[in-house]
């Protein structure tokens, strides 16, 4: 029996790579890549990853129109809250998505004044789900935009 060969991704010509839909800035590996993979399968979305807020903002620009889910501790570099500010300066149209582990409240009153969309806990066990809806209420609305 045969078996089904894998097509090769599209290349994006502008950037050399596939063009994903989503960033996804973490420096706990196993969450991104789990992330990634539950966005792939469950929406057909593909998603860049990078560790650290200083690796995304050196390749940031202006006219990126993909959603940002964006970490708010980071080991190396700024917090979460320093990067969506700087996000916010470069694009004030940047759609970003705050994911963390800290359950603090007035943390996640802060990103959401300093323009985060949702704030999600990492430790809630419908943490991909929730960003899935969330991700899935943007499009709609950006649909319902463009009529």
Partial sequence: MSQPIEQPSKINPETGADKSEVIIIDDDQSFSFMLKDYLQSTLDIKSELFSN????LSKYKSNDSRKIILDYEFDVGPNGLVVLQLIKEINPLAIII??????DLEKALETIRQGATDYFLKTNKTVFANIVSSLLKLKELEKNKLN
């Fill in 53 to 56: 807020g200083n690796d995304f």
């Fill in 98 to 103: 705050v994911v963390s582990a800290q359950d």
